[in-house]
């Protein structure tokens, strides 16, 4: 039983990747804003990481987004307002549109390097990961352009997590400690 959705919380697997995600893509977050501050001999090995994890967000999210259509989510309760009700599905639908958009734009951005052949990408340095061909042999200035638009639209979806992320936790501790209700015991994995 402790595999399937109760009425009040998430099953298992889903509290799993939830936090897994939620971890790697935290983790991710750091990585990119420390990375040109790190010395020069780390700098390859934080990015390699960097994209390592995004690439496996991106497998986990689709592994979760099907369990998902899979094993309905419990309803929130009803005590919630239906405009909180509605502000939460907006903004979770929202998260998982960016746990896909994020690491496809920065595998996209990463493809279209100039550089990326020269280069060679390991998933965490176990194999070699594909890019995608069809973003590369355009001529040196398009390759550039191509690369830089790619870069900012990976850029424009991290502040866009962040901006989720924080409406995300807002409204979860919103809801545990001034609404009263059992919000974290919906989605921690405690008993």
Do not use: C
């Amino acid at each position: 039983m402790s595999g399937m959705t109760t009425h009040l919380r998430y099953t298992r697997l889903a509290m799993l990747l939830h936090w897994l995600i939620a971890a790697m893509m935290i983790t991710n977050v750091m990585l990119a804003l420390i990375a040109e501050s790190l010395p020069d001999d780390w700098v390859r090995p934080a990015i390699d990481t960097h994209k390592s994890i995004g690439i496996t967000v991106l497998g986990l999210g689709l592994v979760r987004l099907l369990w998902r259509v899979a094993n309905t989510p419990p309803e929130m309760p009803a005590a919630y307002p239906s405009l909180e009700r509605r502000a939460a599905h907006v903004a979770h639908w929202a998260l998982y549109g960016v746990m896909f958009a994020l690491p496809l734009s920065g595998w996209l951005h990463d493809s279209a390097w100039a550089q990326a052949a020269a280069h060679p990408m390991y998933l965490f340095g176990l194999f070699e990961w594909p890019r995608l061909g069809f973003v590369g042999g355009f001529s040196q200035p398009m390759q550039d352009q191509l690369h830089d638009l790619l870069g900012w639209a990976h850029t424009s979806f991290g502040y866009l997590l962040y901006a989720l992320l924080a409406l995300h936790i807002l409204g979860a501790l919103k809801h545990q400690f001034i609404d009263r209700h059992a919000e974290f015991q919906r989605i921690l994995p405690l008993n």
